[in-house]
């Protein structure tokens, strides 16, 4: 019996295939990388032009004449190819690609390491370089090494404050930063049924962290539901009683609110451990954390209070901001003092629109805390979006109450 990346790529562990892509894309960083590749190349027409997207997400919108100029050659590129645009302000590529775009089964690639976050709807999706991504629009097609699977087994359901960031971290913790390469993390158990498909998007988002080539779950009545809601039809997937590399057992109601603490995604501590931690801002966002169900539940935690340490909240996408707008939530965000800045990646990779300076603490709802990563000399600390709304009430790393 053969586990979802084998039945998707068509071969079993070990194995090299050609594939066809059925969707890939670059965002304003990579995209111009890849176009350079291809020009040297010396492709001219693409052959399926209707398979790729650019999305404008990492620096928007531009913060200097050089990016603004970079942006502009490559919206002329995208009209002239006939790539499909997400241009500044629509979000960040993996949640633009996940409100209706990718389906369970499908081959995925995204010139972004996070583009493992698409694996949560049951579709092999992994990141590629941009010379890769070049080569993908050139030819359509991809080579993979078909890779071997850890089971990643849930059991029970979530309790108090924790939330799916939490299981996260227990994993990465438990795998290591280099404890699954070239991988796949499948997650399966009776636990996955109460996760949400916003929590499902945050877990696989998280996989490349222990070096995983992919994370997944398999397709099920969540993953369906959530797709019709988007217009898209689909069935659901059954596990297999396949043999994992390895299986990794998690039970959910043990779960606490955690941190990982700097420089190592896989440093983690429980909050209460490292409550009172001086803080100089707190980051709620980025393709791990800046989903509609985040802004709900840190609105709910910070509704009629003010937040005591300068907070922003990066809406993941235009529609998770105008649905925010719609149901009140954003407005109980910039009531407790927030600043909001426009959808796309933010601060996350020190690039632009709040990064830090010397000497300075975050907290942040993001999935990477590398040394200098928001800024050099600044230190950043990881949470869940609860611990998040707790500490930039309290102005400190804080435990969140149960939500």
């Known amino acids: 019996m053969s586990t979802l990346s084998e039945r998707i790529l068509g071969a079993p562990a070990g194995e090299y295939v050609d594939r066809e892509v059925d969707i890939a894309f670059a965002h304003d960083g990579t995209g111009v990388l890849s176009r350079e590749a291809l020009r040297e190349m010396g492709v001219g027409r693409l052959p399926h032009p209707e398979r790729l997207r650019l999305i404008f997400d990492h620096i928007v919108p531009a913060n200097t004449g050089t990016t603004a100029t970079l942006q502009a050659e490559l919206r002329g590129y995208a009209r002239s190819a006939g790539i499909e645009l997400s241009d500044a302000g629509g979000g960040i590529c993996h949640q633009v690609m996940s409100e209706g775009v990718v389906r369970p089964g499908m081959v995925v690639v995204g010139a972004d390491s996070h583009t493992c976050t698409l694996g949560a709807f049951g579709a092999f999706a992994t990141g590629v370089g941009a010379t890769d991504m070049a080569a993908v629009w050139a030819s359509g097609a991809m080579w993979f090494r078909v890779p071997e699977t ?101 039970d959910l109601a043990e779960i606490v609110p955690l941190v990982a603490v700097p420089h190592r995604v896989d440093t983690v501590r429980e909050a209460e451990e490292v409550a009172g931690t001086h803080l100089d801002q707190v980051f709620v966002g980025t393709c791990t954390n800046g989903r509609y169900e985040d802004l709900a539940r840190f609105a709910r ?103």
């Open 150 to 250: 850890i089971a990643v087994r849930f059991s029970g359901g979530l309790t108090g404050a924790a939330e799916p960031k939490d299981i996260a971290l227990t994993y990465v913790a438990e795998l290591g930063m280099e404890g699954a390469t070239y991988r796949a993390l499948e997650f399966v158990g009776d636990g996955v049924a109460g996760i949400s498909m916003d929590g499902r998007l945050t877990l696989c988002n998280m996989a490349v962290e222990t070096g995983a080539k992919a994370g997944m779950f398999h397709a099920d009545a969540v993953t369906v539901r959530y797709l019709a809601e988007h217009g898209l039809a689909a069935v659901s997937q059954t596990p297999e009683d396949c043999r994992y590399e390895r299986t990794v057992d998690i």
């Open 301 to 403: 935690i910070v509704r009629g209070r003010k937040v005591a340490v300068r907070t922003l909240v990066v809406p993941a996408s235009r529609a998770v901001l105008a649905r925010a707008i719609a149901t009140g939530v954003l407005a109980d965000i910039v009531d407790a003092g927030c600043m909001v800045g426009p959808p796309g990646c933010g601060p996350c990779l020190g690039a632009h629109a709040g990064v830090l300076g010397e000497g300075e603490v975050c907290l942040s709802t993001a999935n990477r805390n590398f040394k200098n990563r928001m800024g050099v000399g600044g230190e950043i600390y990881l949470s869940s979006v609860a611990t998040a709304a707790a500490s930039a009430i309290a102005g400190v790393i804080a435990v969140p109450e149960g939500v």
